[in-house]
């Protein structure tokens, strides 16, 4: 059991996205740059510095409702959110960060991933990094509304694909695994529970 002292260093440089975002970096070699892209969950925007620097956007949305879901403070989700004690505010600011550091090319939506897709053009996007709700239908509905906003060579990445479907996130899994063969996406599933979907016609990079 995490004791106060683990509560004392809690911070973004010590979260586990810190450690976590930086490996996703190997996901730029499915991506063409310069592209237009949207990452749907950002949280404290760990995973957007990267995308930003790596995938090289002329476009990117940082997608995420924060006080809209969540209020003033997380949910207790362990120490990812310091048991319900980090407030949304110190996540929003660090999104609004990476804006401020390229603000011809991040615009932050502070909306729900399919609120903010059905807001699209249709074939608006080059990519989509899907790290948000992870339960089954969350995953589905997100990726049924991705689908129409998507160029016709358009990559779908997210986070957090288990091999064990009895996984804590098993959900991910079965809404992608079942997307993937309903519309004739190939799937790949990398280092670090990543996967990426795109149609076999699809050139990349
Ligand atoms: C796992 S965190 C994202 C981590 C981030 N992608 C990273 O790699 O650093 C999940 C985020 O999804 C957000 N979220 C939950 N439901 C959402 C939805 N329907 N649309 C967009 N974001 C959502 C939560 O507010 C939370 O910030």
Redesign the pocket.
Known sequence: MAGAGEDEVFSRATHR?AT??PRRAYLAEYVRKGGVGA?????????SEVILREFAPSKFYL????HR??GETYPAWGPYTNRGRLTVAE?LEAAKAVVASAPDVVELREQ???EFLESLAPETLDWVYL???HKYE?VRD?LAAILPRLKPDGVILG?DYFADPNSTHGGVKRAVDEFAKAQGFEKIVGKYCQYVLRRPSAQTA
């Open positions: 996205e976590h975002a990452e749907i969950g950002v949280f404290w925007a760990h995973f997608v995420d409702p924060y879901l969540h996540t729900f991933g399919t790290d948000a709700g969350m997100d986070d």
